[in-house]
Nanobody, 118 residues
Framework: QVQLVESGGGAVQAGGSLRLSCVAS????????MGWYRQTPGKERELVAT??????????DSVKDRFTISRISRNNAKNTVTLQMNSLKPEDTAVYYC?????????WGQGTQVTVSP
């Protein structure tokens, strides 16, 4: 099992920046990819960015060139993922969730609110 704890959400004006962090614990050596997703009321959860254990990244078109995902190793396990969000827009407002992909299971964090005002 893997536990994920997110932090770093908050409120910011358009054009500002926030940095989200997600720390994984438990069976972290079994984690393949990690990523960030977001969800607004009445909409499906959508991919924001992912990073594999090999460092390959993937971004939603809406956040390319503004968001950067990074994965940090601790004790030989890549168990922290961050999302640097720059040039934030009101449409980035959502609950952001961290996800860890293992071979036979996926785990989600509890979510952190990001609110961008005009």
């Amino acid at each position: 099992q893997v536990q994920l704890v997110e932090s770093g959400g908050g409120a910011v004006q358009a054009g500002g920046s926030l940095r989200l962090s997600c720390v994984a614990s438990g069976n972290t050596l079994a984690i393949n990819a990690m990523g960030w997703y977001r969800q607004t009321p009445g909409k499906e959860r959508e991919l924001v960015a992912t990073v594999t254990s090999g460092g390959n990244t993937n971004y939603a078109d809406s956040v390319k060139d503004r968001f950067t995902i990074s994965r940090i190793s601790r004790n030989n396990a890549k168990n922290t993922v961050t999302l640097q969000m720059n040039s934030l827009k009101p449409e980035d407002t959502a609950v952001y969730y961290c996800k860890a992909d293992l071979r036979y299971a996926n785990y989600w964090g509890q979510g952190t609110q990001v609110t961008v005002s005009p």
